[in-house]
């Protein structure tokens, strides 16, 4: 028996899609990713229209899902993360109907709930075999960990492998199963495993960010929480990854033994598991190629489902455990709310992706930006969007100080007697206004284009279309 079928369009056309259907992508390629505009290109050749497509990240990439909405093909999309190529497309109003944003943990309880049902999935898979079973650790498309494709794979009505590396079965260290896998297909690439690194998976050099991770890092350290078992997830950008590293420094300087590290991994939580500071990492999608190479070959480098990472409607989820979370953000307000959805003009360029489910389950949630940027400030009277409730965020840490959530009033304390520049958020905006000036307020349209739902489903905010220029 195989399950093999010998291209996209035939597996498409044996799968029963046809108009006004949901089909679902996983984003572990990232910019690398060549299945889903493969897929939707197909789709097209077909002339099934009135597709909504579920895909847990969209990336600059995916640019020709553009074309795909202006021909009728595409006409509905859910996801967690939108980049800004697509994002400045529906922001001027390309799609008829607003985007659905979900959370990294809601997305997969959706999913399995059937709230966010889904018809055709199809899985991008560095290795695979005659019946489907399938991973990310090998082949020469290999991205590691494939968490957010289990839901996909199974609860879609037809599941649909595609691999550019078909192996003998049976496949020995798969992800996903062939029990759960209606069809296989082989294609010549599916996708250039570079395009997988971020764009800010690179420690910082900069000097503002480095005070920035240095004032991060002795936070952690005063918080009360660094201690053997803490748990630990931080973000890819260039001040957390230089947090992580003081905090590696600090953790073996003391003899911290940690439990976990979580998330999206790079190579300085590689680094932290190898030098002994965790005990193991949950992995749900790796940044960068040293973290796929780590859960190619060390068994304390574990993958995880995106429902096991974050979801809200779990039994438990790694989130609930973890004590540390540190977090970007594009404007975080005098309440403490964080937008991650659109830059300070309006435009969609972002998404809460695990933002707000680590901020909900962990001990001390803390974001990291500086001052301003591009001489606009970040602490603003009232963020664009709320992709984050302020009350589940705990600190914010700038180059010119630290303000702690006033319901967190202890760790304010904690920080003043580790000799920390405690400041109140509002004397922070103050301080950046006064260095930037107050800045306008960008143009909305009334259109909604967007509707941001929180992990649990609820509807969170609305981000309003910005005009064409």
Do not use: W
């Not at 579920?54 to 996801?79: A, C, K, L, R, Y």
């Not at 659905?100 to 999935?121: E, L, M």
């Not at 748990?231 to 890819?236: C, D, H, M, P, V």
């Not at 901020?359 to 969007?385: E, F, H, N, T």
């Amino acid at each position: 028996m195989s399950k093999i079928i010998a291209s996209i369009k035939e597996a498409i056309r044996q799968s029963g899609l046809s108009d006004g259907m949901t089909i679902s992508f996983h984003h572990h390629l990232r910019n690398g990713d060549m299945v889903a505009v493969m897929v939707l290109d197909a789709i097209a050749e077909l002339g099934i229209k009135d597709v909504n497509v579920n895909i847990s990240s969209v990336f600059d990439t995916h640019g020709p899902m553009i074309e795909h909405i202006q021909n009728g093909v595409i006409t509905g999309i859910e996801t967690d993360y939108m980049g800004g190529v697509v994002g400045r497309a529906v922001s001027e109003g390309i799609l008829n109907k607003p985007v659905t944003f979900r959370t990294h943990g809601g997305r997969p309880s959706d999913i399995i709930s059937g709230k966010s049902p889904i018809d055709v999935a199809f899985i991008a898979a560095p290795a695979a075999d005659c019946m489907g079973n399938c991973t990310g650790k090998v082949g020469k498309s290999a991205c590691g960990s494939l968490g957010y494709a289990f839901a996909d794979a199974m609860y879609a009505k037809t599941s649909i492998v595609i691999t550019d590396n078909l192996v003998d079965y049976p496949l020995m260290d798969y992800s996903i199963a062939e029990n759960y896998i209606d069809y296989v297909v082989c294609v010549d690439k599916i996708g250039e495993p570079s395009g997988i690194v971020s764009g800010t998976t690179k420690i910082t050099k900069d000097p503002v960010g480095l005070v920035i991770a240095d004032y991060a890092a002795r936070a952690i350290e005063a918080s009360g929480l660094l201690k053997d078992g803490f748990s630990f997830q931080t973000g890819a950008g260039g001040a957390s990854l230089a947090a992580a590293k003081y905090l590696k420094d600090i953790m073996m300087k003391q003899g911290v033994k940690g439990s976990y590290g979580l998330g999206g991994i790079t190579s300085y939580m590689v680094d932290m598991l190898n030098s002994g500071c965790f005990e193991a990492l949950y992995d749900v999608q790796c940044f960068d190629l040293d973290a796929v190479r780590s859960i190619r070959e060390n068994p304390k480098h574990m993958e995880v489902t995106a429902a096991h990472y974050a979801s809200p409607t779990a039994k438990s989820s790694a989130v609930d455990s973890l004590d540390v979370v540190i977090l970007g953000a594009t404007e975080i307000d005098t309440q403490f709310n964080v937008n991650v959805h659109t830059d300070s003009n309006g435009y969609i360029m972002g998404g809460s992706g695990g933002h707000s489910d680590t901020a909900a389950g962990a001990k001390m949630a803390m974001i990291v930006a500086p001052l301003s940027r591009a001489r606009l400030p970040i602490v603003v009277d009232q963020v664009l969007c709320k992709s984050t409730p302020g009350d589940t965020i705990d600190v914010l840490v700038t180059q010119c100080g630290i303000a702690v959530n006033p319901r967190r009033g202890e760790l304010a304390e904690r920080f003043r007697q580790a000799g920390l520049p405690v400041r109140d958020i509002c004397e922070l905006k103050d301080m950046a206004q006064r260095l930037n000036g107050t800045p306008k307020k960008p143009q909305l349209s009334d259109r909604v284009v967007a509707n941001v739902l929180y992990r649990d489903g609820t509807l969170l905010d609305t981000i309003h279309g910005v005009p064409a220029k």
